[in-house]
């Protein structure tokens, strides 16, 4: 059994259904990403895995409990998330806001251990913005913000973290820089990554755990180089394409059909 | 219990010459660690200024009590205070003077943690309860009871309270939709507003002579003449709910980056939204019934105390003494700064506040936030 599991769940927001009786298994200590077209419901999965979004059936499962039962600060210092889009306070700095992540850990009479100024250093560090330190966070550039969230998301410490669409807004430079992060943290600490990305190349590239949905409902999971196939990125994209070596790294590569031949194929 | 260590983690360094500007100079939070694990995050500059904005509203208050007719010096009134003064000084200090000027003290504080609550969680500086219809709303209530029954000053006070409360109810759920957000809280509100001043409007019109002058001096927010019976109510609620709102203080700050984001530290988002904004329209409406709607206090105190705190996200603390202070300064501007003619203190915050007013939409549009 893993930690974090979906188990037939039914997702919606209001009267309008994303997913019905979907299933989900985290493979511990892997760094899987969710991929799918837009509207699949692959930021639904994650909100419901988060404990964001409560399913209207079904139950997502930490450690084997329902993540909904169980005190929110325990399980902030389990499980943690990287939302797509958080404020910085006015005026805050770098060591503020990245100290943040150690509220589940602090109480009225624990606000500030040696403990957690050790590991607001350390995380601050392993992703490289202990430089920033004293920096408002208004002033940095969008790269250097999502580093800045990230390591606020480490402090928390936690063996799970989720992260929702932690690449969006930033130039292909920083993508790659975020996502070599994200391996970096996966490999040294040990930790279980859970990112929805967009872009099929770089899941491919950095998944060892894929999973593709479509429609709310599980294509194909699996290591990258098992299922990244045509067939499947037309059954779920609904796009004609050839995969190719990614001549770096092994790993499957994407490349969409000439618009010529999907015309062509269309007729 | 003895502090064991008192180390300094800088969240800042001196720093050389240009880059004065992106780096934060002027805060360091010491953090105090005793014995038994316990450790406290302070920061210097907020405890500072916290203390000293206590320290200019005793400083008022003990002025106030001694300006009037019957003129105290503050020693005299100090000294009155201990309960060592004449049977005179004793009858005006503690019958008459104290409990207006605890009233302010309690107004401001009350006033000062009911804004900080509602423009942090509108995550906007024009979020606060007098912008939102509340005054409006303890307005109506207030007038209801003048106007059509009649009733004495505890009849009004509760309608005052029961007319902030229902405002507040209606504004939250009209707002509600899968949890309440800034901008919708603030055009909820500022129509609330707009509605609840048409209906004031007409009960003035409605009312014979004596009501409506009643009504009127009600609205203009008024220190004069209070007593005990308006101390012991407020002092109650206060002693409760601002004790309750500090210590959700720190919630609040994590509500600011997102709901997201606090949900994932761990914060019940919406069950401590909900128990703020409780606590702080009730803050807002016994204030109101206690001293009339006393404007631009709530929308300004937050603002000045962010300022001298230089601290990000809501220092209510620094608010309520903020608030405090503010109100008291303004009693005495009100009473002895036009000569001989005594004014509300509701003309003098009224007056005050839309310059800041003023001056806050200049700044935050050319912020471009607004």
């Avoid at chain 1, 994303?18 to 419901?41: H, K, Q, R, Y």
């Avoid at chain 2, 206590?54 to 007719?69: K, N, P, T, W």
């Avoid at chain 2, 500022?190 to 007409?202: D, F, N, S």
Wanted: net charge neutral.
């Amino acid at each position: 059994m893993q930690r974090l599991t979906a188990d037939s769940v039914t997702l919606g927001y209001d009267q309008r259904i994303i997913a019905e009786n979907l299933s989900v298994e985290i493979p511990d200590n892997s760094f899987t990403v969710i991929v799918g077209p837009n509207a699949c419901g692959k930021s639904t999965l994650l909100r419901a895995l988060s404990r964001m979004l409560k399913p209207d059936s079904g139950d997502v499962l930490l450690d084997g409990q329902s993540i909904h039962r169980l005190p929110a600060k325990k399980v902030a210092r389990t499980l943690g998330l990287l939302p797509q889009s958080s404020i910085a306070p006015d005026g805050i700095t770098v060591a503020d806001l990245v100290s943040r992540g150690r509220y589940p850990h602090q109480g009225l009479l624990r606000q500030w251990s040696p403990e957690d100024e050790r590991i607001v250093k350390e995380s601050m560090e392993s992703t490289g913005v202990g430089e920033l330190a004293d920096r408002y966070v208004d002033e940095l550039s969008g790269g250097q913000r999502q580093r800045v969230w990230i390591a606020m998301a480490l402090a928390q410490q936690t063996p799970l973290l989720l992260l929702d669409e932690p690449t969006t807004y930033l130039d292909i430079q920083h993508q790659i820089d975020v996502l070599d992060l994200c391996a970096e943290l996966h490999e040294t600490q040990g930790r279980t990554l859970v990112a929805v990305l967009h872009d099929l190349n770089h899941a491919a590239r950095y998944a060892t755990h894929l999973i593709a949905l479509r429609d709310g409902a599980v294509i194909a999971e699996g290591a990258p180089g098992d299922i990244v196939t045509a067939q499947l990125v037309e059954e779920v994209f609904g796009m004609r394409c050839q995969v190719i070596d990614d001549p770096e790294t092994g790993t499957p590569l994407v490349v969409p059909a000439a618009r010529k031949r999907r015309v062509a194929a269309s007729v | 219990m003895k502090a064991a260590q008192d180390t300094t983690e800088k969240a800042t360094q001196a720093t050389p010459k240009k880059a004065a500007r992106d780096r934060d100079t002027t805060r360091t939070v010491h953090a105090v660690r005793t014995a038994g694990g316990f450790s406290f995050r302070v920061d210097a500059r907020a405890f500072a200024v916290i203390a000293l904005l206590v320290a200019a509203a005793v400083f008022a208050a003990v002025v106030l009590i001694g300006s009037g007719d019957y003129a105290m010096s503050p020693g005299q009134v100090v000294t009155t205070l201990f309960g060592n003064g004449t049977f005179q000084q004793e009858f005006i200090v503690t019958e008459l003077r104290l409990p207006r000027v605890l009233v302010g003290l309690l107004v401001g504080a009350a006033l000062g943690v009911g804004g900080a609550v509602f423009q942090s969680v509108s995550r906007n500086p024009l979020g606060s309860p007098d912008v939102l219809g509340f005054g409006q709303g303890s307005a109506v209530g207030a007038l209801t009871v003048i106007v059509l029954f009649h009733g004495g000053p505890t009849e009004v006070a509760a309608g005052a309270v029961a007319g902030g409360l229902l405002t507040g109810v209606a504004v939250y759920l009209l707002a509600w939709k899968r949890g309440v957000h800034g901008y919708r809280l603030v055009l909820v509100g500022i129509g609330a507003a707009a509605m609840l001043t048409a209906v004031t409007h007409y009960l003035i019109t409605k009312a014979n002579l004596v009501d409506a002058t009643r009504a009127v001096v009600w609205m203009t927010g008024s220190l004069d003449g209070r007593d005990w019976a308006q101390v012991w109510p407020l002092l109650a609620v206060c002693c409760v709910l601002i004790p309750l709102a500090l210590g959700h203080g720190r919630d609040l700050r994590m509500i600011e980056m997102g709901d997201d984001a606090a949900h994932s530290l761990g914060v019940r988002v919406e069950r401590t939204r909900l128990t703020l904004l409780s606590s702080a329209v009730l803050l807002v409406a016994v204030a109101t019934a206690a001293a009339g709607p006393i404007v631009f206090v709530s929308l300004s105190a937050p603002q000045v105390a962010r300022r001298l705190t230089r601290a990000p996200g809501p220092n209510l603390a620094a608010a309520a003494a903020t608030g405090a202070a503010l109100l008291l300064v303004a009693d005495w501007t009100a009473m002895n700064a036009f000569g001989d003619r005594q004014l509300p203190v509701g003309v003098v915050t009224g007056v005050l506040g839309g310059c800041y007013l003023l001056w806050l939409l200049v700044s935050e549009r050319r912020a471009g936030r607004i």
